[in-house]
């Protein structure tokens, strides 16, 4: 039987994310741009990586400083949470939008906002795509404090619970 998430993880290259889940940078691009709060640092303009969950692994609550947009590639659809400026949840669900009516094929998220993401069946895998603008930089990944997290938006603390670090945010 073929075990599609691990020929995924083989061919692509793919390594176990600090969030959850398997990933691998595709594109860093040449052109450099400034921050406005840091003008003395330049970053790539856009990054993209390849993003798999699988094996009922979540991408655990965290934010950076730039727009994400992730896209979807192949299996079945991911609930994408995003709590907003105001304390509101939004949930998106990324998939084949040809299959699932209430999917799309990309869904942004907002630099600077809290969101996590997981399976809508646990038992099943997604491959998405994830680009970055200005680019990411591990130095602007944020990885909750799930309890901190909790304290500030209360009436979200099932789900935060259910997708916080699998270990201590360091």
């Known amino acids: 039987m073929r075990d599609i998430p691990l020929e995924l993880i083989g061919r692509l290259g793919l390594q176990p994310h600090p969030e959850g889940g398997f990933f691998r940078e595709t594109y860093r691009g040449a052109q450099r741009v400034l921050r406005e709060d840091r003008p003395e640092e330049s970053r790539s303009a856009s990054t993209a990586i390849y993003y798999l969950l699988c094996d009922g692994a979540h991408s655990a609550w ?3 400083r730039s727009d994400e947009l992730w896209h979807f590639h192949a299996g079945e659809p991911i609930k994408i949470h995003v709590i907003d400026a105001d304390g509101q949840l939004h949930t998106h669900r990324l998939g084949n939008a040809l299959i699932h009516a209430d999917a799309v094929f990309q869904v942004t998220v907002p ?9 809508c069946d646990p038992s099943t895998f997604a491959l998405a795509g994830c680009t970055v603008a200005p680019g990411f930089e591990f130095s602007e990944f944020e990885l909750a404090d799930s309890a901190a997290l909790t304290q500030a938006y209360p009436q979200h603390e099932e789900i935060i619970g259910q997708l916080a670090p699998r270990s201590k945010p360091s």
């Open 62 to 64: 965290h934010r950076i």
């Open 111 to 119: 630099a600077g906002l809290w969101f996590a993401a997981q399976l």
